[in-house]
């Protein structure tokens, strides 16, 4: 198969200093409004980087819930590898990719667990097949079969068919405190506009441009 044909000139626009926010939250919160105006499939996608204790690197697809001053929060079965490597290694980065607006979002940061009451205030709003599936699936691990997931999650609808759905102990939510942010917008000529916020010690963000 031949790809190297495969190429695209970024068109859309530029990003300059001046129409930067000096807070990276309130410029994130900016282009994610800006990505859901555009009514993208799954803005709140990111790729969740990972690293196990042999150095490896993994990535998933994770979804962004809601996110503050405080950090980025999604949510997960705890005994799943994910979490795993976070135990492991507090230190994740995730990835906004954003291609119809030839858009980057790239954030590094730590992961730590949210509080059960946040993690129940998530659970409770959740479709209540969604709660049922939290329940059922044993996430990361190795099943012999489809029919047998589609058996237990059967089961778990006969246990709670009556009444609410209490949070699973092994379930909740991770929120990724930053400490930088980088903000990438394709342009012509593969010229593309980059700026590295770096949170330094004082709390202060520093910013700077990057080539591309």
């Given at each position: 198969?031949?790809?190297?044909?495969?190429?695209?000139?970024?068109?859309?626009?530029?990003?300059?200093?001046?129409?930067?926010?000096?807070?990276?939250?309130?410029?994130?919160?900016?282009?994610?409004?800006?990505?859901?105006?555009?009514?993208?499939?799954?803005?709140n996608a990111m790729t969740l980087s990972t690293v196990n204790a042999d150095g490896q690197p993994f990535m998933r697809t994770v979804l962004l819930k809601y996110f503050d001053e405080k950090g980025l929060v999604f949510f997960t079965?705890?005994?799943?590898?994910?979490?795993?490597?976070?135990?492991?290694?507090?230190?994740?980065?995730?990835?906004?990719?954003?291609?119809?607006?030839?858009?980057?979002?790239?954030?590094?940061?730590?992961?730590e667990k949210v509080s059960t009451t946040e993690s129940w205030e998530y659970f409770s709003s959740r479709p209540r097949g969604s709660q049922l599936g939290a329940?059922?699936?044993?996430?990361?691990?190795?099943?012999?079969?489809?029919q047998l997931l589609l058996m237990q999650f059967e089961q778990i609808k006969q246990k709670f068919m009556d009444g609410e759905i209490p949070l699973p102990d092994f379930w909740g939510g991770y929120r990724v405190v930053p400490?930088?942010?980088?903000?990438?917008?394709?342009?012509?000529?593969?010229?593309?506009?980059?700026?590295?916020?770096?949170?330094q010690e004082d709390q202060i963000w520093d910013i700077h441009r990057l080539a591309p």
């Open positions: 198969m031949d790809i190297h044909a495969l190429r695209e000139d970024y068109k859309k626009g530029e990003l300059r200093r001046k129409d930067l926010y000096d807070d990276p939250f309130k410029q994130f919160e900016k282009w994610f409004q800006q990505a859901c105006n555009a009514e993208l499939l799954e803005p079965n705890y005994e799943s590898r994910k979490a795993q490597q976070i135990e492991h290694n507090h230190k994740v980065s995730i990835l906004f990719t954003w291609l119809p607006l030839q858009r980057q979002v790239h954030i590094t940061g730590t992961a329940w059922t699936s044993q996430q990361s691990s190795i099943i012999s079969s489809r400490n930088s942010f980088e903000f990438w917008q394709g342009c012509t000529n593969r010229l593309h506009d980059r700026f590295l916020y770096t949170l």
